[in-house]
């Protein structure tokens, strides 16, 4: 894969960002292979996502780093600049349903997914013989009911000795509690299905297919301290019909949450989501 420095911006709107940054990448001679920018009318900001060929630079992302500081400072920019030469640390987290964690290994092992997959996590211990046939550790976590803090203390130290950069929760069937929402703040991504706040709590697609619903779908996000309402990510839908039986849903509903997760994923890793306030701006 070819090496480049992503350059992502957010700050206040005014005149002559983008001549200003890309005058500066010029000026250091680099190759912007990829441009986008969003001005947000309603609050004034502005975002930014550039990709740099790394060796057109003919510099350390360090010192390229240091140079655009004052350029940084001049617009009071928010800001990152990523070597995608350092892939990202992911830990996975899974419950008993193994669909997401399943098309996430696939992608992964397939060259899909450009980051180092260190762990699972599990509340149950159903996934280990899939994991470890991957060589990726795992890691059985129980959740005790009456003492959650203590194992919810287990899974944090798990996350920290892996070194993780982002935590993905493929189908977790436990609530994060608040202060590890906060530990890991924009780097923890949940799927789940489009029938919250709805049709709440077990078999939510059999209740839908009570209620006769047409249209099934898909969210995914940030995890925050309110439950299932944090910045979104990606979503998407599959038509039904009356022809469709409660299996039928189910399966057309799996389909949907491992290919929103996947994409919303890949978009993190590859820095298209820019977070703003309870939004997203999403380059994709």
């Known amino acids: 894969m070819s090496h480049y420095y992503r350059l992502v911006v957010s700050c206040p709107d005014r005149v002559g960002i ?23 009318l309603e609050t004034g900001c502005f975002f930014m996502r550039y ?6 630079v003919g510099m350390s992302a360090e010192a390229l780093r240091a140079a655009f500081e004052p350029v940084a400072s001049e617009f009071n920019m928010q800001w990152s600049l ?17 669909h997401c964690l399943v098309d996430l290994l696939y992608r992964w092992q397939a060259g899909e997914l450009d980051c180092d997959i260190v762990g699972v996590i599990s509340n149950h211990d159903d996934m280990r013989s899939l ?19 203590a194992s919810f203390a287990k899974v944090q130290a798990e996350i920290d000795s892996a070194r993780a950069d982002c935590v993905v929760l493929a189908r977790y069937m436990q609530i994060l509690p608040p202060e590890l929402c906060a530990r890991y703040a924009g780097r923890v991504i949940n799927i789940h ?7 709440a709590g077990a078999k939510p697609y059999h209740q839908a297919y009570q209620r006769g619903v047409k249209l099934i779908g898909a ?5 925050t301290e309110e439950l299932d309402a944090g910045p979104i990510i990606e979503q998407d839908i599959h038509r039904v019909s009356h022809c469709h039986t409660p299996t039928d849903l189910v399966r057309f ?17 590859e820095d298209r989501v820019l977070v703003h306030g309870n939004k997203t701006v999403v380059f994709s």
Not at 51 to 56: C, G, H, K, T, W
């Open 82 to 98: 990523v070597d995608t030469q350092q892939r990202r640390r992911v830990v996975l987290m899974v419950s008993r349903e193994s």
């Open 253 to 269: 509903g799996r389909d949907v949450e491992k290919a929103v997760l996947a994409r919303g994923l890949r978009w993190h890793l």
């Open 219 to 223: 969210t995914c996000h940030y995890v």
């Open 131 to 149: 994991t470890e046939w991957y060589g990726i550790p795992y890691h059985h976590v129980a959740v005790d009911p009456d003492n959650k803090q």
């Open 51 to 56: 990709e740099i060929l790394a060796d057109s």
């Open 18 to 40: 983008v001549a200003r940054v890309s005058s500066f990448i010029a000026q250091q001679g680099g190759s912007i292979t990829e441009a986008s920018q969003h001005s947000d």
């Open 193 to 199: 299905h489009s029938f919250l706040p709805s049709f």
